[in-house]
């Protein structure tokens, strides 16, 4: 039937995560281009309890996974059945995320061609209403022993792809599955002509689910090249949008900041699931000058958040943990020769240890003067430090051919305007962005014929 190797696969899992549950079971059935056929089943001690719904569904308790083996018992035969096939599973993302994750953590790299059963169902049957594994066992006649068990699904697998072909024929039945096989990280249930469509320009993409409900809101600068990144991810929470996903509406806005703007406006307005869940990040790790007695400039890192009240004039860095600031603070330190201690790296009297090894050049033995050494450490951060505010009070700037504006103020969205001047929503609660500061700076730099003073 095909005439490349096959594995169909099913698995059954403590839960939805790959990052957070473990495989509990296993099946694969390996059909060669000649039809040779070997097959792989194990239950698997998952090293964790199995929760009660898994055992509603799947009949497994954990009585049954006594004496079973862990993955890395199995890990060799079963890299042996996949190796070198086509990987063939329903909703395929799914039970690759959970081997893929199984066997990383044993430092095996896993990346198989994929083909999705649901996208083939879709593909092939696109007048039925549904493609769920029940659907196709319940509309195709599958005969099936023992549901919700690995083994039984993967034969309810192959044995769907072998109607499908002998329903079309060979040519019908490769074509697709060519096609599948060239979009293989796509979602089952959306359809290939939508994501052609979208064109790499600037703007906001609206994820729906099956009713049409919004799940999930995003922005990009290349909006098709955005959306695909999603599909790519196996991470638990990407799967599952990927799962979830029916259609994509895309809003081209011509320009970064407006996709910026609408962004925001869609969240607040739609509240989709997926962005409920996702935090911002809200408190950074801030790398803050200060001044020594004798006019030496120092860094430490803090934790907060910018507002109104910080002093921008003294950030010097803006990261998302304290472990990211301190890296670059040892990699700028060891590259323009600063000085650990000022840079808050050391601590006690004396010189550092960095001068015994000709490496500081002794800023905290007096050595080397203040201005010297502060302009060493200007150029040295001067690419990463926070711009000062460039504007007295804040300003607005056009978003859209409408007339609307934003109001922005110290690097932050603070709220929308009206083509009649009226605001949109009211203030806006905000806090500062490092991504957005980097678009609304950029904005302002190219466009200052556009901004205006904002009087409240």
């Known amino acids: ?114 083909l999705c059963t649901v996208r083939l169902s879709r ?27 690995a083994l039984a699904d993967a034969h309810a697998i192959k044995y769907f792809a072998e109607l499908a072909y002998d329903h079309h024929g060979k040519n019908t039945f490769n074509q697709m599955v060519e096609r599948q096989l060239r979009t293989q990280y796509l979602p089952p249930n959306l359809d290939i002509e939508e994501l052609e469509s979208i064109g790499n320009v600037p703007g906001v993409y609206i994820f729906k689910d099956d009713v049409g409900q919004p799940m999930y809101v995003g922005k990009s600068v290349t909006l098709k090249n955005r959306v695909l990144s999603h599909f790519r991810d196996t991470s638990a929470r ?54 020594t007695e004798y006019g030496y400039v120092t860094l430490a890192v803090k934790s907060g958040e910018i507002d109104n009240q910080t002093d921008l004039a003294a950030v010097y860095g803006v990261y998302s943990t304290r472990t990211k600031a301190k890296a670059r603070i040892l990699e700028l330190t060891r590259t323009f020769e600063l000085c650990p201690k ?45 711009a000062a505010w460039p504007y007295e009070s804040p300003v607005v700037v056009p978003i859209n051919q409408q007339g609307e504006r934003v109001i922005i103020d110290n690097w932050i969205i603070r709220g929308y305007l009206n083509a009649e001047g009226e605001e949109m929503f009211g203030m806006v609660e905000s806090t500062f962005d490092v991504d957005e500061y980097k678009i609304i700076r950029r904005f302002l730099r190219e466009n200052k014929s556009f901004v205006q003073r904002f009087a409240a």
């Open 1 to 114: 039937m095909f005439e490349f190797p096959v594995v169909y696969v099913d698995i059954e899992t403590t839960g939805g995560s790959a990052r957070s549950s473990r495989v509990l079971e296993v099946a694969a059935i390996r059909v060669e281009p000649d039809g040779v056929t070997r097959e792989f089943s194990t239950l698997i001690d998952p090293e964790t309890y199995i929760p009660a719904n898994i055992t509603t569904i799947t009949g497994i308790f954990a009585i049954d996974i006594v004496g079973s083996p862990k993955f890395n018992d199995i890990a060799d035969e079963l890299s042996d059945i996949l190796t070198g096939a086509v990987f063939v599973a329903h909703n395929v993302r799914f039970d690759y995320s959970f081997l893929k994750m199984e066997f990383a953590q044993l430092g095996i790299n896993f990346s198989p061609k994929l």
């Open 123 to 149: 593909a092939l049957y696109p007048s039925e209403p549904g493609h769920s594994l029940a659907k196709l066992i319940e509309r195709h006649g599958i005969p099936v022993l023992d549901r919700h068990r």
């Open 238 to 291: 990407e799967v599952k949008i990927s799962q979830a996903v029916h259609h994509v509406e895309t809003i081209p806005t011509g320009s970064e900041l407006a996709a910026l703007v609408l962004e925001s406006k869609l969240v607040k307005e739609l509240q989709p699931l997926f962005n409920r869940q996702l935090r911002r990040i809200r408190r950074y790790a801030l790398l803050m000058k200060s001044e």
């Open 342 to 386: 000022l840079m808050g790296i050391e601590t006690g009297n004396g010189a550092c240890f960095s001068y015994s090894l000709g490496r500081c050049r002794g800023a905290c033995v007096g050595e080397e003067s203040a201005e010297l050494y502060n302009r060493r450490f200007e150029l040295a951060l001067e690419h990463h430090k926070v």
